[in-house]
């Protein structure tokens, strides 16, 4: 079964940016373009926010991007805001059944 | 715009049987063609449980296989999950959530709709 590992945490100061990474351990599931990613805030349920790597739902803000590397994964928040301070969550889908990563904590300083 | 809102007990005794259900409104059941169970222990990640076509074909994790049947039922237009012989470490929130399609294409790993959770903790 692949596992996907994420950074604990990352911090970044309002109007910068940052990357979150997301690395599928199983080189099985590198080919595919399956990768979504998540917002959740404290007592909220999870949101999501990226999907095919780099596609956004409608209503997503474009400060927003998705991109893939070989087994890697990444998550780019531009322009940081306060609100973007919460738990992010990459997904993805191999062998019939779906895998999240850790989770990453995003920190607005 | 589809709504899932998931009930259920909010205690379970260990080596008992979860049961949850996972009701849709604003579409109806055979709208939703892939549905999931997501679970959230406290203050940790978030683990698949399975996912569910509206068939009523399943799919579901390696790891809580032997112990999980999800069903669908169009009628009442909801999905239902069962757990069973759970223990402590089955205490999580838990959500369902639709697994997002376009016209073309379903995304298995994309959920864009979740239920708000429903809290369950097993304990005697």
């Known amino acids: 079964q692949s596992a996907l590992t994420q950074p604990a945490s990352v911090s970044g100061s309002p109007g910068q940016s940052i990357t979150i990474s997301c690395t599928e351990t199983n080189s099985d599931v590198g080919n595919y373009n399956v990768v979504s990613w998540y917002q959740q805030h404290p007592d909220k349920a999870p949101q999501l926010i990226i999907f095919?790597?780099?596609k956004r739902p409608s209503g997503v803000s474009s400060r927003f991007s998705g991109s893939k590397s070989g087994n890697t994964a990444s998550l780019t928040i531009s322009g940081l805001q306060a609100e973007d301070e919460a738990d992010y969550y990459c997904s993805s889908y191999a062998s019939g059944h779906v895998v999240f990563g850790g989770g990453t904590k995003l920190t607005v300083l | 715009q589809v709504q899932l809102q998931e009930s259920g007990p909010g205690l379970v005794k260990p080596s008992g049987t979860l049961s949850l259900t996972c009701a849709v409104s604003?579409?109806?059941?055979?709208?939703?063609?892939?549905l999931s169970w997501v679970r959230q222990p406290p203050g940790k990640g978030l683990e698949w449980i399975g996912e569910?076509?509206?068939?009523?074909?399943?799919n579901y994790n390696p790891s809580l296989k032997s112990r999980v049947t999800m069903s669908i039922d169009k009628s009442r237009s909801h999905f239902s999950l069962k757990v069973i012989s759970v223990t402590a470490a089955d205490t999580a929130i838990y959500y369902c959530?639709?697994?997002?399609?376009?016209?073309?294409?379903?995304?298995?790993?994309?959920?864009?709709?979740w239920g708000q959770g429903t809290m369950v903790t097993v304990s005697s």
């Open positions: 095919a790597v780099d």
């Open positions: 959530a639709r697994v997002y399609c376009s016209s073309a294409n379903c995304y298995l790993e994309a959920f864009d709709a």
């Open positions: 569910i076509y509206h068939s009523g074909s399943t």
């Open positions: 604003g579409g109806s059941v055979s709208s939703t063609q892939w």
